[in-house]
Nanobody, 126 residues
Framework: QVQLVESGGGLVQPGGSLRLSCAAS????????ITWFRQAPGKEREGVSC???????YPVDSVKGRFTASRDNAKKTVYLQVNSLKPEDTAVYYCAADLGRSDYDCSLRGGSMDYWGKGTLVTVSS
């Protein structure tokens, strides 16, 4: 049974940091590209960063220099370090697995994903 379970969200002040985790089971994480998405209240879901199977990172412009994806295949976990948080970063953050990518590629499009987690809420507020 495939599962992706996010954790690490919470309430943080502007300028603060969090490390989100995505624990994977039921498939071979080593060969999967993982994408982090977010959905803010009243807005469409957007891909914010993805990491290929071989560790290449592709963040969107709005989070470059602030959000960093990483992976620890031995622990079957992918992380999203989120720094310098802003109120507009408030959203439910999801991880998703794409099993159909080459090892050096990943996608920020939701339609490419094979499996999804249920999300973790990040609230940035003073």
């Amino acid at each position: 049974q495939v599962q992706l379970v996010e954790s690490g969200g919470g309430l943080v002040q502007p300028g603060g940091s969090l490390r989100l985790s995505c624990a994977a089971s039921g498939f071979t994480l080593d060969r999967a590209a993982i994408t982090w998405f977010r959905q803010a209240p009243g807005k469409e879901r957007e891909g914010v960063s993805c990491i290929s199977a071989d560790g290449k990172r592709y963040p969107v412009d709005s989070v470059k220099g602030r959000f960093t994806a990483s992976r620890d295949n031995a622990k079957k976990t992918v992380y999203l370090q989120v720094n310098s948080l802003k109120p507009e970063d408030t959203a439910v953050y999801y991880c998703a697995a794409d099993l159909g990518r080459s090892d050096y590629d990943c996608s920020l499009r939701g339609g490419s994903m094979d499996y999804w987690g249920k999300g973790t809420l990040v609230t940035v507020s003073s």
